[in-house]
């Protein structure tokens, strides 16, 4: 059993930075991917970025690129989502999640994580 709980949000002015957290804990045999989702009151849950556990291959979503960096900490079996230029339409919960197998974005959700608020003002 895989467990993941997301942190490092907060009230943040637009234009500022912030690096979100993913705490992950238990074992998984063979190849997984971890994404980053958020999502917005009235919105659909959307995944922004994702890294492979094989080979660390990331994915970003269009509204994402060149704002955000996904990483890893194999040691610390830790992820990060590094967040820059915040956008007011950045604010949502974001979630941290496993997916089946060495692919992003993911296609088959294995684990999902509880999530941390980040508010963005204007």
């Known amino acids: 059993e895989v467990q993941l709980q997301a942190s490092g949000g907060g009230l943040v002015q637009a234009g500022d930075s912030l690096r979100l957290s993913c705490a992950r804990s238990?074992?998984?045999?063979?190849?997984?991917?971890i994404g980053w989702f958020r999502q917005a009151p009235g919105k659909e849950r959307e995944e922004i970025s994702c890294?492979?556990?094989?080979?660390?291959?990331?994915y970003y979503a269009d509204s994402v690129k060149g704002r955000f960096t996904i990483s890893s900490d194999n040691a610390k079996n830790a992820f990060y989502l590094q967040i820059n230029s915040l956008k007011p339409e950045d604010t949502a919960v974001y979630y941290c999640a496993q997916g089946y197998g060495n692919r992003c974005p993911i296609n088959v959700l294995d684990y999902w994580g509880q999530g941390t608020q980040v508010t963005v003002s204007s």
């Open positions: 238990g074992f998984t045999f063979g190849d997984y991917a």
């Open positions: 890294i492979t556990s094989r080979d660390g291959s990331t």
